[in-house]
């Protein structure tokens, strides 16, 4: 199970930090990923990180923007987002899988935080 944490209503141009944290086994095998969802759009891509965290990719929205990270100890994966703007208001999914920006390559998923950001 995947629980994310740390959504909330945020003005432009100021962070927040997401969490998920996993239970019931451990993810540190597997990539993780955040994905988001926007009123009437549908699922897209954010980021994502190796079981190792050597790798990650993000999508170009958010480059420069959102940072991964994950502590594999606390079977925890952490979304750091910088400068929001009011396009990035949606639902924060993370998820695990085999990693990439399909979400078809994702086997679990948590239930969502909602990001809202004021202009």
């Known amino acids: 199970q995947l629980v994310e944490s740390g959504g909330g209503l945020v003005q432009a141009g100021g962070s927040l930090r997401l969490s998920c944290t996993a239970s019931?086994?451990?993810?540190?095998?597997?990539?993780m990923g955040w994905f988001r969802q926007a009123p009437g759009k549908d699922r897209e891509f954010v980021t994502s990180?190796?079981?190792?965290?050597?790798?990650?990719y993000s999508a170009d929205t958010v480059k420069g923007r959102f940072t991964i990270s994950r502590d594999n100890a606390k079977n925890t994966v952490y979304l750091q987002m910088n400068n929001l703007q009011p396009e990035d208001t949606a639902v924060y999914y993370c998820?695990?899988?085999?990693?990439?920006?399909?979400?078809?390559?994702?086997?679990?998923w948590g239930q969502g935080t909602q990001v809202t950001v004021s202009s």
């Open positions: 990180t190796s079981p190792s965290s050597s790798t990650t």
């Open positions: 019931g086994r451990t993810f540190s095998g597997y990539a």
């Open positions: 998820a695990a899988g085999l990693g990439g920006t399909s979400s078809q390559s994702y086997f679990y």
